[in-house]
């Protein structure tokens, strides 16, 4: 009869960590941003129809790194989540604080109790009536959750990318920022794509509106290539 080993709980906990921490690192990074159009959402993607970022609810938005089948569950149950409880209720009582608890409490379970650790990281956006009263929080593989002042850099070589942010743009990005120039310093910072028109094959691009010209309750609008490839020579 084989031995059985012991292994003690807070090195089981470093463990699932170091694991979750690894696999989101060899992810693509997203970056999001508050500017006075909205909630500006850039990913590093190629791919045109496997999406890291999306819509939730009429004003909030989800974007995410790590592994595609996982964060895509969480997306479909966030959704799942907002239409019955805006149904239930009232559609104001969908709140980014909300969706972002729920999958807090998610994520923990799983970290705790599953044999494997979601590999994933999480950002909510609410979108506010002005940048000041827009909400941003990020959501670590271990349920924890911290809501951001404007700004939330996930995947890759994060400390690298915030250290690139900075010297492009700074700390913080002013309230006059347009969406457009967000865009355009968030392709100057992600590897592999530059600040030329070519970076666009590489974007995933989507804008939280405040303005919502459309006359719906949605103010999740995705750029098509073209558009963001328009954005990106605008600043040549």
Known sequence: MSAQY???PEQLMKDRADFARKGIARGRAVIVASCAEGIALIAENPSG???KIGEIYDRIAFAAVGKYNEFESLRQAGVRYADTRGYSYARQ???GRGLASVYAQSLGAVFTAEAKPFEVELAVLELGETQEDDTLFSLNFDGSIAEQPGLIIMGGDTPALRAAWTIVWG???LAESSAADVIRAAAAVLPG???GPDGAALLEVAVLERINSRGTHRHFHRL???TIAAI?????
Do not use: A, C, I, W
Not at 232 to 236: I, Q
């Open 49 to 51: 129809s496997l999406h």
């Open 171 to 173: 700390e913080n990005v």
């Open 6 to 8: 012991y292994v003690s």
């Open 193 to 195: 794509v530059g600040e």
């Open 93 to 95: 009582d969908v709140t």
């Open 232 to 236: 990106l020579s605008s600043g040549e």
């Open 224 to 226: 098509d290539k073209p």
